[in-house]
């Protein structure tokens, strides 16, 4: 009899370390019998995946049977070699029930045996690590709580019942915050193999982000709208990437997400016998502080990969239109980074009117061919609200309509103050009631159609007005 240890996580449980250490080992696995098919070798380098069961993931759900059990029998056991094999990914865990009975009765009549691994941890600290991956990868750029699925732990009970219900007691729940110092100690007692000749994996894999870099990095998300929030998080976390990061605590949100998870905590310690048994979570009574001032240096790393970035040619507008947001936001921070990032919006885009967009081309130069006027769309003077929660709402009211833009945007938001009204006589007064409170510059193929999206912007409900202008290219 064959032994398969398939590790499905849970989420941010540590698996991309596990991963990596997996990787960083197989040779040595092997060694004392114990293949891991090191399908990802870039994970040994600290580079995030979805572990060696992606593959395994991709053929159940394409309803590839053959090449599941071709995988099973073959190339996670070495061929045959091995007696015992390790999957990991926690792409595994959105097998549903029907693909892993087919699962349990490929292994079964190949002689395999499965034990699946899981590892959950104390609610509160999850979800705001999972926040915080949203953050990362996918670009969101709400506050943390905001997201109320995310303060339940429903998605892993789900998960764990409908493993339990094909797999029985060949499912082994560990606690993670209990081994979260030596994880790769736990999964050596789990499946049984000498850690003492293991090589040591020096280096932080996929680690969170500090709660100022946090906060930078939403900004960022709402400029560019998630299309860099990636590479941006790479870079910035590759700058310092054994920092140490802490956990953002609110007393309410902590609340909260006891009562919510009182329930699943109990069911899953009596279930599985945890020792630890799960918590919530791990406050300490000490509320975070919120206020975090940001100063030129909380921007350096963000800029720096501003000026460095060679964008995408299908991204290229965007990124653009990102440098010009990104400057004027550091206009009051850093006069000299905001200089910097228009210099360099400048360089790649020259900010020619004419009645052609200009396109770069294979060859990194412009090509003259869009037809597509530019339009300057201004904001006259509304009724804001000085209340938090209002603002928050009207900020996003204007956030939802600028992302459904179907136009290229060259500078999604420039907002004015202080403007002041020079007379013919020369004297000098404060803007009145049609004074112009922002702007925006768009590429559109028509006047129609940019009028047409000005009808729907927020700042109508406020009793603001909108302008459009075709901008006219002087020869």
């Not at 572990?51 to 309803?63: K, Y």
């Not at 979570?281 to 790393?301: I, P």
């Not at 206009?331 to 020259?350: H, I, T």
């Amino acid at each position: 009899m064959k032994n398969l240890y398939i590790h499905i996580g849970l989420g941010k449980t540590g698996s991309s370390a596990l991963q990596a250490w997996l990787s960083l080992n197989s040779i040595e696995l092997s060694g004392q019998g114990i293949a891991y098919a090191d399908l990802v070798p870039a994970a040994k380098a600290g580079t995030t995946s979805a572990g060696n069961g992606q593959e395994l993931f991709q053929a159940f759900r394409e309803n590839d049977f053959s090449e599941a059990e071709r995988l099973l029998t073959t190339v996670y056991f070495s061929g045959g070699k091995a007696d015992t094999a390790i999957v990991s990914s926690e792409l595994l865990q959105n097998l549903q029930e029907k693909k892993l009975q087919k699962l349990r009765e490929i292994c079964g009549r190949n002689g395999i045996s499965i034990t699946v691994l899981a590892y959950v941890r104390s609610l509160y600290e999850w979800s705001y690590s999972t926040y915080l991956q949203g953050l990362k990868v996918s670009g969101s750029a709400y506050p943390f709580g905001e997201i109320s699925a995310l303060l339940t732990s429903s998605t892993s009970v789900d998960i764990l019942k409908r493993y339990l219900s094909v797999f029985s007691d060949r499912l082994l729940v560990v606690n993670y915050d209990g081994v979260k110092h030596d994880i790769y100690r736990s999964l050596a007692g789990v499946i049984g193999f000498d850690i003492g000749k293991m090589k040591s994996l020096n280096l932080k894999v996929n680690r969170s982000l500090t709660i100022e870099e946090s906060h930078v990095l939403r900004q960022m998300n709402e400029l560019h709208h998630g299309a860099f929030a990636k590479s941006i998080s790479d870079f910035v976390i590759a700058l310092s990437p054994d920092i140490e990061t802490d956990v953002f605590y609110e007393p309410e949100l902590v609340a909260k997400v006891s009562k919510c998870a009182a329930r699943d905590i109990q069911w899953i310690n009596d279930r599985f016998h945890l020792s630890p048994p799960l918590v919530s979570d791990f406050y300490s009574g000490q509320k975070t502080h919120n206020t975090v001032v940001l100063t030129k240096a909380s921007y350096e790393g963000v800029v720096r990969w501003a000026l460095d970035h060679k964008p995408d040619l299908k991204l290229f507008r965007k990124f653009v239109s990102f440098l010009r947001g990104f400057a004027v936001l550091l206009e009051y921070v850093s006069s000299d980074y905001s200089v910097a990032l228009k210099g360099r919006a400048e360089k790649l885009d020259p900010g020619s009117v004419s009645l052609e967009e200009e396109v770069p081309d294979d060859e990194g130069g412009f090509d003259q061919k869009v037809s597509r006027a530019r339009y300057l769309i201004s904001y006259y003077r509304s009724e804001e609200s000085g209340r938090p929660k209002e603002r928050e709402q009207q900020s996003q009211d204007f956030n939802n309509w600028i992302s459904s833009w179907p136009g290229t945007v060259v500078s999604s938001l420039n907002p004015l103050r202080s403007t002041h009204i020079v007379n013919s006589d020369g004297s000098v007064e404060s803007g009145g009631m049609e004074t112009m409170s922002g702007f925006t510059i768009i590429w559109s193929e028509s006047l129609e159609a940019v009028l047409s999206l000005a009808q729907k912007c927020p700042v109508l409900d406020r009793g603001g007005t909108v302008g459009v202008s075709e901008i006219v290219h002087l020869q």
